[in-house]
């Protein structure tokens, strides 16, 4: 079946350092992956997506890298400052119904940003 | 604009008692879902409403039923609670749904004893 995980479970990096947050999913049918950030206390708020006909998208200080040859998503943070620190999930597609929002998502890493 | 709103934010019930969760969105949004989140783990998507007047059963929809009200309301119901569904609910919408950009509710903390 499909899943979706994370190699990290804690990442921890000094302030203005970059952070690398990786991800691997199973279901190479898989088109369509999202990045979303959770706050202590807050509900998920949306980062970045990326589809699968594309290599890497950039946001804000933010760069998602899909690697379809190995099944794997990154997520990379430029320049990481203390409200970074939250715990960041990678999802996919859940591949039924017709809705784009129905998501699998994966166990979280948690990143701690020091001072 | 308040977003997505959820009520209550906390809930302890018995096993076998009923409950409600509500959920409004002020965004115009045709799209509404119900997700847990358990411990340590990512949120798993129990209902979901495409548009107005629609819902579909999630991954994980045993023990719940829902109602999609108006475009702005969608509720979550626990018919009889069972420890099993101790977890902090989310909901969320999404204007459409070709994007995964949903924009989700602050939580609400259910504690089944």
């Known amino acids: 079946g499909e899943s979706v995980g994370l190699h990290l479970p804690t990442l921890s990096v000094q302030e203005g350092d970059n952070s690398i947050i990786n991800c691997a999913y199973s279901n190479s049918a898989s088109d369509y992956f999202i990045w979303y950030k959770q706050e202590s206390g807050k509900g998920p708020q949306f980062i970045i997506d990326i589809r699968s006909n594309m290599d890497k998208r950039q946001g804000q200080r933010v760069t998602v890298l899909l690697n379809k040859t190995v099944k794997h998503l990154s997520l990379q943070i430029a320049a990481t400052q203390p409200g970074d620190s939250a715990v960041y999930f990678c999802?996919?597609?859940?591949?039924?119904?017709?809705?784009?929002?129905?998501?699998?998502f994966g166990k979280g890493t948690k990143l701690s940003v020091k001072p | 604009n308040a977003g997505v709103t959820q009520t209550p934010k906390f809930q302890v019930l018995k096993t076998g008692q009923s409950m409600t969760l509500q959920c409004a969105q002020d965004?115009?949004?045709?799209?509404m879902y119900w997700y847990r989140q358990d411990p340590g783990m990512g949120l798993r998507l129990i209902y979901y409403s495409a548009s107005e007047g629609t819902t579909d059963k999630g991954e994980v929809p045993n023990g719940y039923n829902v109602s999609r009200l108006n475009k702005r309301e969608f509720s979550l119901r626990l018919e009889s609670a069972a420890p099993s569904q101790t977890s902090v609910y989310f909901c969320?919408?999404?204007?459409?749904?070709?994007?995964?950009?949903?924009?989700f509710g602050e939580g609400s903390r259910l504690t089944v004893l």
């Open positions: 999802a996919e597609r859940a591949g039924y119904g017709g809705s784009q929002g129905n998501l699998i």
């Open positions: 965004m115009n949004h045709n799209s």
């Open positions: 969320a919408s999404s204007s459409q749904t070709d994007t995964g950009e949903l924009f």
